[in-house]
């Protein structure tokens, strides 16, 4: 499967713990996208990533909220001190840089439970 | 006021009839419009995307961008029940706002 994959699909966890979700772009995207979704919006923008460089953060990414792009490859998005108001689908896409970000391929999402 | 807009529904049609989603937007420096579709506890997916003003065909489905108006919509000919999903309207000018999307029911 060449599409972007994320890990874990789900994941319950008790409030103030530390969670952390992996998402592995396609292959040649230089662009990678970190969104949240909850039940009934559309998901709402994060933060990406040109490469390695993370290049612009949401107001919504509170400093609990930390994502990184080691090597430009793959991302991993960490919330730490867990709160309720956390549980959300969290999703992450990749694109290729030529041609602006119209392509945005999707990940299946990983789901968060905060109990 | 939110950037995008859309109404959330739902819409329940008829087999056969002609679905049209719409949004609204605010922010003048979105240039690339986008609709993806959205199953139940699924990523989206994309299904079509507009540069600047237009229409733009596609088998059943047919995007219509009208920037003076802030207004783009989708249209789908023919609906199935395997049309039945929830459609999010995106736009971009570096990187892509979402509508609250539709959750569109065709029924046999």
């Known amino acids: 499967d060449t599409g972007v994959s994320q890990n874990p699909r789900h994941k319950i966890t008790k409030r103030g713990q530390n969670v952390t979700f992996r998402c592995d772009p396609i292959?040649?995207?230089?662009?990678l996208y970190w969104y949240r979704q909850t039940l009934g919006q559309g998901p709402e923008f994060l933060t990406y990533?040109?490469?390695?460089?993370?290049?612009?953060k949401s107001r919504l990414l509170s400093d609990r909220f930390s994502a990184e792009r080691p090597k430009g490859s793959f991302s991993t998005l960490e919330i730490q001190r867990t709160e309720q108001g956390d549980s959300a689908m969290y999703l992450c896409?990749?694109?290729?840089?030529?041609?602006?970000?119209?392509?945005?391929?999707f990940g299946q999402g990983t789901r968060l439970t905060v109990v | 006021q939110k950037e995008v807009e859309q109404d959330p529904g739902p819409l329940s049609v008829p087999e056969g009839a002609i679905v049209s989603l719409n949004c609204t937007y605010s922010n003048s420096a979105f240039q690339y419009f986008m609709w993806y579709r959205q199953y139940s506890r699924k990523g989206p997916e994309l299904l079509m995307y507009t540069y600047s003003s237009g229409n733009k065909e596609d088998g059943r489905f047919t995007a219509q961008v009208d920037k003076s108006s802030k207004y783009i919509s989708l249209f789908i000919r023919d609906s199935q029940p395997s049309d039945s999903a929830t459609y999010l309207c995106a736009m971009s000018a570096r990187v892509q706002r979402f509508g609250a999307g539709t959750r569109l029911t065709v029924k046999p």
């Open positions: 990533f040109q490469n390695e460089a993370q290049l612009e």
């Open positions: 896409a990749s694109s290729r840089l030529l041609g602006g970000n119209t392509e945005a391929f």
């Open positions: 292959s040649e995207h230089n662009r």
